[in-house]
């Protein structure tokens, strides 16, 4: 039993997380680019002078953002099949599992209390923002706190590969 609900955790993380922090990480460019209108110069390789269309652009964010809100739902397996592997394992109240959780409460603070709203707030100024300055520092602000929801969940993964004093091995 402690393979397959192992088994069903590792798989969830990376069917559910996986998604999560790529859309989240991919979300300010093309929100940013859909409402200021300023493509990138085609430093992303583009030969199009690089994201000029602000409806594929704004497309594309509503894509991210449901791919965000939608996976979140489906990310509560993640702890859930965790807790029950820790549970049959017996290494519920070991502290690399109680930081992991901890962690992975404070990723899903970041995404539902943070991530989220700023993203639905970039998509409701639509194509055409009054002030572009705003819209860029909001996209700055939402890139950050990406960066802070993955490196959290890489700090989670990290833990979970050492188990740093756990008696189960590693």
């Known amino acids: 039993m402690t393979k397959l609900l ?7 993380a ?33 030969e199009d002078g690089g994201g000029g269309d602000r409806s ?13 809100r939608g996976y979140a739902i489906a990310g509560v397996a993640v702890p859930v099949f965790g807790i029950a ?3 049959q394992l017996g290494v519920l109240t070991d502290a690399w599992l109680i930081s ?14 943070a991530i989220l709203p700023r993203q639905q707030r970039m998509l409701a100024g639509g194509p055409h923002t009054a002030d572009d300055g705003a ?18 969940w ?8 050492v188990r740093p004093g756990s008696t189960t091995g590693a």
């Open 100 to 113: 992991s959780l901890v962690l992975t409460a404070a990723a899903a603070a970041v995404l539902i209390l």
């Open 135 to 152: 819209a860029r520092a909001l996209a700055a602000r939402l890139a950050m706190l990406t960066g802070v929801f993955n490196l959290l």
């Open 56 to 68: 594929r652009d704004s497309a594309v964010a509503a894509v991210l953002h449901r791919i965000c």
């Open 85 to 87: 592997t820790a549970v």
């Open 14 to 46: 990376i069917l559910v997380v996986g998604p999560i922090t790529v859309a989240a990480s991919l979300f300010p460019r093309y929100a940013r680019q859909a409402t200021s209108g300023d493509g990138d110069g085609g430093r992303d390789g583009n």
């Open 154 to 161: 890489a700090i989670v993964v990290v833990l979970m590969i």
């Open 6 to 12: 192992l088994s069903i955790h590792v798989l969830a």
